[in-house]
């Protein structure tokens, strides 16, 4: 069963304008983190937020994190058709051994 | 470094045959793992390994077989396909459990 949800699944945008996606979980975490897939690609890592952290930055993206309502939100401010793709949240229990439990994904696509 | 390295990139089976997925990573990474990858789903784990000589089950288990008998290669068996078992597989490496997954480029296989 997946532990995270993610919404929208699907989000069309312009370029320039900020996309944001949700996740929401089931289960306590150690962390929770975002991969974005290119059509027909592996996924590659964005950026990890620990459950004691509430904000954290990269770049164009903004992570944020409410282990009280099990969600976090994905933020890609002014959009460029590159940034198409499949937006995974992933998230990491606590208990030893637990690997990452990935959700369905959005899928984003930027019009140029 | 190449990362992770999966092959075959492609592989079309008949139901009842057996195959090996090759994984391999230059990461010096304690944990690997194995995900499937189906249509408008997120990645399931399948089995996956936290060091050299220890392997456990995932999510989806059934029907496919792991080894870890050195640190860099993790290769998964199908020990008789089954139409079901088409799908895009994944293997990701990572230096601990609680760390950035790394992802393979996938192996995207058809039983027929």
């Known amino acids: 069963s997946q532990q995270g949800e993610e919404d929208p699944q699907a989000l069309s945008i312009q370029e320039g304008e900020n996309a944001t996606m949700n996740c929401s979980y089931k289960?306590?975490?150690?962390?929770l983190q975002w991969y974005r897939q290119n059509s027909g690609r592996g996924l590659v890592h964005l950026i990890l937020i620990r459950s004691n952290e509430r904000e954290k930055h990269s770049g164009r993206l903004r992570v944020t994190l409410d282990t009280s309502k099990k969600s976090s939100s994905l933020l890609i401010t002014a959009s460029r058709a590159a940034d198409t793709a499949s937006y995974f949240c992933a998230t990491l229990g606590n208990n030893a051994g637990n690997m990452l439990t990935f959700g369905g994904g959005t899928r984003l696509m930027v019009k140029p | 470094n190449a990362g992770v390295t999966q092959t075959p990139k492609f592989q079309v089976l008949k139901t009842g045959q057996s195959m090996t997925l090759q994984c391999a990573q230059d990461?010096?990474?304690?944990?690997m793992s194995w995900y499937r990858q189906d249509p408008g789903m997120g990645l399931r784990l399948i089995h996956y390994?936290?060091?050299?000589?220890?392997?456990d089950q995932g999510e989806v288990p059934n029907g496919y077989n792991v080894s870890r008998s050195t640190t860099e290669d993790f290769p998964l068996r199908l020990l008789s396909a089954a139409p079901s078992q088409t799908s895009v597989y994944f293997c990701?490496?990572?230096?601990?459990?609680?760390?950035?997954?790394?992802f393979g480029q996938g192996t995207r296989l058809t039983v027929v």
């Open positions: 990461m010096n990474h304690e944990y």
């Open positions: 990701a490496s990572s230096y601990f459990g609680d760390t950035e997954a790394f």
């Open positions: 390994s936290v060091g050299a000589g220890i392997t």
């Open positions: 289960t306590s975490i150690n962390n």
